[in-house]
């Protein structure tokens, strides 16, 4: 019973750090990380919560590591009117997406 238990934690916690890790959390790391395109912290959290929030309603999440850094501004650009992103909205995405990016 206690095996099983751990293996159900270990499963969850899987599938939960894969989805964490796909749109990680933004750290002050990160905002130092946008080499070239300095952004706050606040506004890489804004581009986080739209990315989360308003590109889940037709899709998945679409991960982040799939698609060039060079790709992912044109990307937001073609579904921002999908999302009904406002210009700043979408600025605030592509940086988190960038800021994301550039970690690794
Ligand atoms: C109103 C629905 C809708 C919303 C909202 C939406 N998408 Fe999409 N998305 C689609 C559809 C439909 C497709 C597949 C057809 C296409 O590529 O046009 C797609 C495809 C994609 C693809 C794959 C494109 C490719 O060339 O492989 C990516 C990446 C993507 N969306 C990202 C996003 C992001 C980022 C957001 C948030 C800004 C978002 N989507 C919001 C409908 C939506």
Redesign the pocket.
């Known amino acids: 019973m206690k095996i099983l238990l751990s293996v159900l934690v270990i499963v969850v916690c899987l599938v939960a750090c894969e989805s964490i890790n796909n749109v990680p959390p933004v750290s002050p790391q990160m905002a130092v990380a946008t080499k070239g395109r300095p952004a706050g912290v606040a506004l890489l959290r804004n581009g986080r919560t ?2 989360v929030h ?2 889940i ?3 998945t999440l ?1 991960p982040l590591w ?2 060039n850094t060079e790709d992912w501004p044109a ?2 650009d ?3 009117h ?2 009904s ?1 406002k210009p700043a909205e979408r600025d605030a ?1 592509v940086a988190y997406i960038l800021a994301v990016r550039s970690q690794k």
Do not use: D, F, Q
Request: proline residues 5%; glycine residues 0%.
């Open positions: 739209l990315l308003r590109c309603t037709c899709h679409p799939h698609y990307i937001v073609s579904m921002s999908r999302a992103l995405m």
